[in-house]
Structure formats: C-alpha cells, structure tokens
C-alpha cells in the first residue's frame, strides 16, 4: 500500500512539475485589458483529462497594487521573484513613461526582469513591447505592437525591427502581439505552438473568439504604408498602389528586381506571410475601408481594391467578419 501511494504521489509530482508556468509581469500603469488576456487564455488551456496545461501567476515590482489606465488597480500575487521561476514572462501594454518617452527602465523593473530565468520565452502584448525594447531585449529582432505607437516605438528604438502591418511576430523565444485583443491571437499561437491545434481551438471556443485571423491589424483604420528599410519595402508601397491591377509572384520579385524564390523568401522574412496572402490581405483592408468612407456600388469597391468581383468580396467579408458588404457598410455609416 505505502510504495503504490508513493508512486502515486510521485506520478502527481511529475505532472505539476511539467506545467509551464506564465507569469505576467504588470508594469505600472498597466493596461487592464491587456492585464487579463495571459490568465485568461493559458489558464483556459486544458490536456484531454482536464489538467491544465499552464500555471498563470500575475507579479509586480514588488507586492503593491498595480495601478490600470482604466481606473482600478490588480493586487498582483507575488513580487519580482517569481520570475526567477517563469518559463514564459508576459509584459501587457503599458504606459510606463520611462520605457514609453525616455528609451530606459527604472532600476527596479530592470532588476525584476533581469531576474528572469535564463532561457524563459518573452512575450509582450500591445505596448509592453516598450519594456522588451528599454530592456534591448529586442535588438535586431522583427517586432510589432499597436499600430498608433509603431512609429514611436520605431524612433524610440532605432534597432527594433518594427512592422506595424501583422497581429503578432514570433521570434522564437520573443514574441510581440500588436494592439490589444491582437494579444489574444498571439496567446492562441502560442498554446497552438506548445500543445497543438485541438487544444487551442477548444481555448478558443471557451472565450467565444475565432481560433485563427487573417490579415494584419490594419483593420477597420486608416491603411499604412509600410516604412521599413526592408529589401521588399519598396514592392510592398508599390503594390499598395496598385492594388487594382494584377499582382503575381513575378511581376513583384521582377520590381523587386529579385528571383521568384527569393523573392518569396525575404517577403515571407519580413513580413510572416507569403507574397499571395499579405495582397489578399491588403486588397480585403482597402475594399473595407472603401466601404466605410465611399457610397460606391459593390462591384466597384471589388474592382477597385483588385478583387475581381462583388461576389468575391462578400466571400471574404463573410469569412472574415461573418457580414455582408452591405451590412459592413450600416456598422460604419449608419445608413
């Protein structure tokens, strides 16, 4: 009876110790929706036995309240030191004005996350990249956040490889989500990534989102040019103004002035998507934006953003947002 308990006891053991834990780092004044997505989705995360998958614990600079920027405060469970036991470390948006205005970090918050465990995965949501960057965390790596601060983040942080035009980057062992409920496509990744697909898609069904989004955040905003120095930033502007016409894999590697191949790699590099998916994309974002500030027939929206016809734009509309291009139109117009 004793050595069966024992092994019992051993076997629970191994399966706490398997847990990966996440702890959220909340970084004063934080951004309460930002604050909650980490514990809400890995904490959803589930095996087929029910076990979780991830043990989510929020930390501060030390044990105090942690102000939001909406006007209540998190009482975090631990201090700095739980990071010293962290496999992945999420930094939520933040307006921390030291990281934000000045490019640096407070003695204690460099301290803090110096203490992180060598080898721990780094994870910002929306603004938080701020606090990867201040750290040089970021240094030569690609990265996003919101898209109203990639241009600071940009000047801020010379050295970031910044592209504003995707939800999330993975860097292996540095991912950044861009703004707000991006944040949630990058902790779905990232649950996609460990434990596979099945158990993301169930994550994905509990908080009522989809399991996966197309496009970038260039969503329901003014379109952005892309600013980078990458080697196919130049093709990226020009396609952009030319989304009306026909734009194949060798008519943008031969403005390019690139191989077909390469071409289709560096585009992939810089942007995470192939060349056919980041157009698609692009032409979706313009066909809505026409939507929301033109009264153009249907037709004339898909021919203008280079979708061919009104039949293909209501395809994409309903599979991406569940609307009709009309019905689009009423949510931003009101007519």
Known sequence: MTSGKNDTI?????????????VVLLVEP??????????????????????????????GVDTAPVATTNGYAIVPATGPEAL???????????????????????PELRAALAAARPGARLVSICTGAF????AGVLDGR????????????????PEVLVDENVLFVDDGDVLTSAGLAAGIDLCLHIIRRDHGASVANDVARYC????????????FIERQS?????????????????????????????HARMSERTFCRRFREETGQSPGVWVRARRVELARELLETRDLPVEEVARRAG?????????????????????????????
């Not at 051993?10 to 996440?22: D, G, I, M, N, S």
């Not at 934080?30 to 930390?59: K, M, Q, R, S």
């Not at 009522?208 to 969503?219: D, F, K, L, N, S």
């Not at 061919?308 to 009101?334: A, D, E, T, W």
């Open 84 to 106: 010293a036991t962290a496999d992945t470390v999420v930094v939520p948006g933040t307006r921390y004005r030291p990281a934000r205005e000045d490019g640096v970090l407070g």
């Open 226 to 254: 892309p600013t980078d120095h990458a080697s196919t930033a130049a093709t990226r502007q020009w396609a952009l103004d030319h989304l009306d016409e026909a734009l194949s894999i060798e008519q943008l590697a031969r």
């Open 307 to 335: 979708l061919g016809s009104g039949g293909n734009l209501r395809h994409h509309l309903r599979r991406g947002l569940g609307m009709s291009p009309s019905s689009y139109r009423k949510v931003f117009q009101g007519v």
């Open 208 to 219: 009522v989102v989809p399991p996966w989004r197309e496009g970038g955040q260039a969503q």
């Open 142 to 157: 690609p990265a996003t956040t919101h898209w109203r601060f990639a241009d600071d983040l940009r000047t801020r942080y």
């Open 30 to 59: 934080v951004v309460g929706f930002d604050a909650g997505i980490a514990p809400t989705l890995f904490g959803a995360a589930a095996d087929a036995d029910g076990n979780p998958l991830y043990e989510v614990i929020a930390c």
């Open 10 to 22: 051993r076997q629970k053991h191994a399966t706490l110790v398997a847990v990966h834990r996440v």
């Open 131 to 134: 606090v990867l960057a201040a």
